[in-house]
């Protein structure tokens, strides 16, 4: 459907969702494009995501310094501002789209482009949907991000290596540190993904190293508390120590989550609980096993390590942004920039196109059959596939020992 | 006191207490120092600090591939094992020291390197006294580790500063991810340092880049919780998001850590609560201010993080080793390589050498007069202290994206 007319006017970009180590080098990827181009007179950044276009809070990329910009490659979460606003069917309520349309009209807006995960390709695929039916010209675009890797059509996702590469740099170090005294001890790190298991698979590169978990529970397969401590204590038994990755969307058969289970750990009374899932287990292997054990949750930070991101998601991310302005540009619309790779000759990356319409709102999870039979291991396949995307260190710039991350003008239109 | 008549026979290092970053830099400075030693034999590493010598367990240092023990300088943890013995007063009970006696004699082993903390000083020091007291030559020396940053003399611990540009690193990492959305969030991060408040300091460096704690309590003034609400409730309402910096070993006027007080967050009961002091803290302000928020532990991350560590960190590390195999066979005894800092005509740092008996068992806190007066952060003072010491990033060598640490072949004696 390729539209070679010249379809000239602004760009808006917008952030949404939980921020990664590279969303900023795929908006970067987008702004430093989108200001190149001649098509595009102006360049809009949306002041936490579609939150900034509702509220006419736009900040013009035009006006940043392009070497301060530059610094966006290497800038972790998401420096336009996200936000987590779930847009609403336009059939029930066109109210937010009526007022994205104004706002459009007003700055000319023909190009947009929202960077985010599931739910950001949702608003996408229905801004997308909208100005078709109201016949208003506008090249809407999604360009991916998140570390939980979970969108479909796509190879993989940006900012799922760099995560993955913090992942398994700490499973190296905390493996090291864990097992240094003459006494054992249980370990049990905790990782994000909900629904997916992709993040805490990714411990399993450690392990290639001789330096990673022993034990990987993935939220694909139904989790047993019986299983998990006789899992444990084989290890140990036979180690002397034990290192677990855990995702913190495990769950029991019902599909109730362990780190929601009202009955675990010491508390009967249904009182809520502090701490996360590590500390659940940890207590549980405590009372079980009696040995010493430390739970240790990865939190915020697996997701923000931009001084440990992958030079290949890095780049990658950047050159999703650059692809989706130029397919934009030349007449696309309502896709998805997403990867296709090849493994087979060393590794190699290009960018495609995907429909939003498939994109959006469909979760990818990891292979059941990269799982092994018992449950408590990824298989070669996932080392395979995943370890290409974590090779090349970042180029961060440092000042006074300390990571130099972008500090924009924040320029508002009007 | 020193020797001229050179003292000829082997020597052994042993690694004690919480492993660092770069306490194999410092170890690495004595094995390839006394390697190259015309004066000593043979260099052993005794497998889990003293209890390698009580057990007779002894690496033979001269087997390894020298290219290998160089990765000692970037491998985090103790990587000739750890333990967290404390030995006896030799007055009460001489048993080990009898033993320690019999390997020293065993392997004709004059030259003694004790690689720790205060413990460790102290451990060295009894060894030291008693070699003496039975009229064994052998010259016994402290090489300080700790990422506590506690031992007298010194102006700062080899291990601190890795662990302190890893805070930094990962505050500003975690104030741009934690302040990204429209809605406003509390954010509180824990670090290690039960007695003395250095760690949690270091995170103020994020602060001088704009992007840090706007909140810190060190253990060394006492923390009330009403304060603490209402120091969070003031920047929440100024800034729309908090986030905090917090010992681990913060503590009430009565002296009871504030981890372990059995009365605070919602169990009134006395249960055991899971989840540290962050989760503690996130619960009482979530519950008095409504608001949303994140604990976070930093846990065994901060100490092992080598892939963050300070360059600067490093080569001091490895300097005082080297120092102490040189005073050793130049004749000293008896003491500890320390630091003497000058930081008016840009920053210089020489190893000096500290009585073994000055040092033992004594904590060095964070002065009074760096703490701002309503106890809620650090002054300029603590910065310029701080900031030389993490400067230089490690060149850390990566394997598919990985580090690559050392793995030592582990040839025991006999």
């Known amino acids: ?3 070679q007319k010249p379809l000239v006017g602004a760009a808006i970009i917008g952030q949404s969702g939980g921020p990664s180590s590279v969303i900023n080098a795929s908006a970067y990827g987008v702004i430093k494009t989108a200001l190149e181009s001649d098509c595009i007179t102006r360049v809009y950044g949306a002041n936490h995501g579609i939150m900034g276009v509702l509220n006419d809070r736009l900040m013009i990329m035009d006006e940043e310094d392009p070497k301060e910009l530059e610094l966006m490659l290497h800038t972790p979460s998401s420096a336009l501002g996200s936000c987590r606003y779930k847009i609403a069917d336009p059939d029930a309520d066109d109210t937010d789209y009526k007022r ?9 807006v023909r190009y947009f482009f929202y960077n985010g995960g599931n739910d950001s390709m949702d608003t996408c695929n229905k801004i997308s949907r909208y100005m078709k039916k109201v016949g208003y010209e506008c090249r809407v675009f999604g360009v991916p991000k998140t570390i939980d890797n979970d969108l479909f059509g796509t190879d993989h996702c940006p900012g799922f290596a760099s995560a993955a590469k913090y992942i398994a740099t700490s499973f190296m170090e905390v493996s090291r540190d864990s097992k240094v005294y003459d006494k054992g001890m249980v370990t049990i790190v905790e990782c994000m993904g909900r629904h997916a298991g992709w993040l805490t698979a990714a411990a399993a590169l450690a392990a290639e190293k001789g330096d990673g978990p022993d034990l990987i529970y993935l939220p694909e397969v139904n989790f047993t508390m019986e299983q998990f401590v006789s899992d444990v204590e084989r290890v140990y038994k036979e180690k002397g120590n034990c290192l677990v990755a855990v995702s913190e969307g495990v769950h029991y058969a019902d599909g109730s989550f362990v780190s929601e289970a009202k009955t675990s750990g010491t508390d009967g009374f249904g009182h809520a609980q502090l701490g996360g899932l590590a500390a659940r287990l940890a207590n549980v292997i405590k009372e079980d096993l009696g040995v010493k054990v430390r739970g240790i949750e990865l939190s915020l930070l697996q997701r923000c390590a931009a001084h440990c991101a992958s030079a290949t998601d890095i ?22 920039v997403g990867f296709v790779c090849d ?4 590794y190699e990356c290009r960018c495609e196109l995907f429909d939003l319409e498939k994109v959006a709102n469909f979760e990818k ?27 090349g260190e970042t180029a961060l710039r440092y000042e006074d020992g300390l990571p130099r991350f972008v500090h924009l003008k924040k320029v508002f239109a009007e």
């Not at 994205?100 to 000319?108: A, M």
């Not at 780049?315 to 998805?336: L, N, P, Q, W």
């Open 343 to 346: 493994r087979e000759n060393g």
């Open 365 to 391: 999870k990891v292979p059941l059959e990269w799982i092994t039979p018992d449950g408590s291991n990824v298989t070669a396949d996932f080392i395979q596939y995943c370890s290409p995307l974590i090779r």
């Open 315 to 336: 780049d990658e991310s950047f050159r999703s942004g650059k692809a989706a302005v130029e397919a934009a540009v030349a007449g696309e619309t309502g896709k998805m």
């Open 100 to 108: 994205i349309l104004e706002i459009f009209q007003k700055y000319n």
């Open 1 to 3: 459907m390729t539209n």
